[in-house]
Each structure stands twice: as structure tokens, then as C-alpha cells.
T-cell receptor, first 114, second 116 residues
């Protein structure tokens, strides 16, 4: 069974640009969550989608947005990039109907903002 | 912001010894706790979980203890192996409590270094 797939794995952008990251969950999983990981702030929850609806949202500015498609694949977008957005962005999937906490994480997309 | 807290310490143990990783959480309303392991270059991997109506849960070579009185979690790894070297995170389910969410609030992690 394929795991959570995130693309691209690495990318470099400049300040002011925007970026879109993609996540394909494990087959059958309907919930996708996104986390930002930095050395300073650790792992921080961005948002969570279930059946194409945002179910929960973290404390990030509106520049961070996401969506989920009918096939459960998800994308997140960061607009007007800032240096502080440099991070590893992790996607996690689960069955989603009830929370067990057993999220299956991808290997992440490492974003560098110059 | 919200946090499950510990600064990133390093725990160095000898192969074959038992390891104990500690974690303090801040929200007494939290009802569900999880430990994750993250190896270099990989995403976090689920190890074990525990609900707030339990104080101990065992898995294969791992045990999680929950002390709600002092809001403390610990992860015990028996017979630590070199392959256990990784960063370990505790996490608690975030609000809305009792609602359907996969939001997790992670601690800052502990680096476990296993010496052969």
C-alpha cells in the first residue's frame, strides 16, 4: 500500500512569490492535515480537511490556504512568501471519520525562501 | 501559542539499556495523547497512543505512562537499539475537545541517541 506522497520534495522560491504543495493521501483515507516544521517553532498545525471541507484551522495568516479534492488529494498554497516561511511542510492522512491520532505522514516538502 | 512543552533535549543511552523520554502538556482538557518518532529526512511515524481514561499502555518494546495530576507523559523504550535513534515527539489532540479533529499539538521533541 503506497504511503502519503508529497510533491515537490524540495523547492526554492524568492520573497513575494507564491507556492503550491501537493499531497496524495493513502488510498481510502479521507482526512488530510498539514503541518509546518521549523527548528524554532517545531511542528505546528496548519489546517485539516475531511471530505473536501476544512474541519479545523491553525493560527497561521491568511496567506496560507488549502483545499481538498473529491479524490481526497490536497493542496496547500502560500502566497506572498516571506523568509520565515522556509520550513518543512508535512502532510498527514488518516481515515478521518473519528480521530485516533494515528496520522500517516509523508516525507514533506522542504521550502526555502530566499 | 498552544504548545505541548519541552525544549529539545538529547538523551544518550547505551544499546540495550532502557530509555525514558518525558513530556509535559499544558491543557487539562486534553483527552488523547500520542508519541511519534521522526528519523532524519522522514516524516513523523506513529509509535503509541493513550486516552485520558488510561494511565498506562504497552506496545512492542514501548510503554506510555500518563499522569493527569501533574500533566505528564512518558515514553519508555525497552532494550534500546541503534535503530531507535531519532527525535521523539509527544503530541496531544487539539481543540475542539470531543469533536472530530485530527489536529495535534506537538512538543518540541527529544533527540534519542543510542550508542552501540
Amino acid at each position: 500500500k503506497a504511503g502519503v506522497t508529497q510533491t515537490p520534495r524540495y523547492l526554492i522560491k524568492t520573497r513575494g512569490q507564491q507556492v503550491t504543495l501537493s499531497c496524495s493521501p493513502i488510498s481510502g483515507h479521507r482526512s488530510v492535515s498539514w503541518y509546518q516544521q521549523t527548528p524554532g517553532q517545531g511542528l505546528q498545525f496548519l489546517f485539516e480537511y475531511f471530505s473536501e471541507t476544512q474541519r479545523n484551522k491553525g493560527n497561521f495568516p491568511g496567506r496560507f490556504s488549502g483545499r481538498q479534492f473529491s479524490n481526497s488529494r490536497s493542496e496547500m498554497n502560500v502566497s506572498t512568501l516571506e523568509l520565515g516561511d522556509s520550513a518543512l511542510y508535512l502532510c498527514a492522512s488518516s481515515w478521518g471519520q473519528t480521530n485516533t491520532g494515528e496520522l500517516f505522514f509523508g516525507e514533506g516538502s522542504r521550502l526555502t525562501v530566499l | 501559542g498552544e504548545s505541548v512543552g519541552l525544549h529539545l533535549p538529547t538523551l544518550s543511552v547505551q544499546e540495550g539499556d532502557n530509555s525514558i523520554i518525558n513530556c509535559a502538556y499544558s491543557n487539562s482538557a486534553s483527552d488523547y495523547f500520542i508519541w511519534y518518532k521522526q528519523e532524519s529526512g522522514k516524516g513523523p511515524q506513529f509509535i503509541i497512543d493513550i486516552r485520558s481514561n488510561m494511565d498506562k499502555r504497552q506496545g512492542q518494546r514501548v510503554t506510555v505512562l500518563l499522569n493527569k495530576t501533574v500533566k505528564h507523559l512518558s515514553l519508555q523504550i525497552a532494550a534500546t537499539q541503534p535503530g531507535d535513534s531519532a527525535v521523539y515527539f509527544c503530541a496531544e489532540r487539539g481543540p475542539p475537545y470531543g469533536g472530530a479533529t485530527n489536529k495535534l499539538i506537538f512538543g518540541t521533541g527529544t533527540l534519542l541517541a543510542v550508542q552501540p
